[in-house]
């Protein structure tokens, strides 16, 4: 069974440019989380989805991140404009059902120069 | 310009000792914990969950122990190997945050041969 899927695994722009990242989760896994980690520490959730719905985006960036999840299957994160201070990875995940173990992509290096 | 990460706390083993990774977690109301493992340049792991029903469960050569009574939780690993060296998260979910799954610091673990 595939796992969460990422893309790209590598990024590398100058501030103020726009950047976007993909995300596959696990067939069947209804509920999909955005996830940011600066080096050294762990895991902050960004933004959670259930099915097509952000049932909790109150970690989100709103002036510079948006997040979309149409079809309630794969997802779109994008940070326009990017600033250095975004340079992190990116990691997404899913889980079923909410709750319960959460299943985590390889991530999205961000390099913000 | 290169941001820094804060250091983590290290743990360094010998090849076939035991290992003991710490962790306290601050919401009292949390019901469910779970230990990732993360490799460098990979996303992070399941290692093992517990619920806070319980104070004790094992996996293969992982146990995790719970006290909910000082909000502390353990990880320990039996005849640490040199593939166990990684960053461990502990990782706590509530239902008075929606489910949303929040990472403590995390510990390095060096296995030396």
């Known amino acids: 069974e595939a796992g969460v899927v990422q893309s790209p695994r590598y990024k590398i722009i100058e501030k103020k440019q726009p950047v976007a990242f993909w995300c596959n989760p696990i067939s069947g896994h209804n509920t999909l989380y955005w996830y940011r980690q600066n080096l050294g520490q762990g895991p902050e959730l960004l933004i959670r989805y259930e099915n097509e719905e952000a049932v909790d985006d109150s970690q989100l960036p709103k002036d510079r991140f948006s997040a979309e999840r149409l079809k309630g299957v794969d997802s779109t994160l994008k940070i326009q404009p990017a600033e250095l201070g975004d340079s992190a990875v990116y990691l997404c995940a899913s889980s079923f059902a909410g709750r319960g173990e959460l299943f985590f992509g390889e991530g999205s290096r961000l390099t913000v120069l | 310009g290169e941001s820094v990460g804060l250091h983590l706390p290290t743990l360094s083993v010998q090849e076939g000792d035991n290992s003991i990774i710490n962790c306290a977690y601050s919401?009292?109301?949390?019901?469910?914990f779970i230990w990732y493992k993360q490799e460098s340049g990979k996303g992070p792991q399941f290692i093992i969950d517990i619920r806070s029903n319980m104070d004790k469960r094992q996996g293969q050569r992982v146990t995790v122990l719970l006290n909910k009574t000082v909000k502390h939780l353990s990880l320990q690993i039996a005849a640490t190997q040199p593939g166990d060296s990684a960053v461990y998260f502990c990782a706590e979910n509530a239902y008075n945050q929606g489910g949303k799954l929040i990472f403590g610091q995390g510990t390095e673990l060096s296995v030396k041969p």
């Open positions: 919401n009292s109301a949390s019901d469910y």
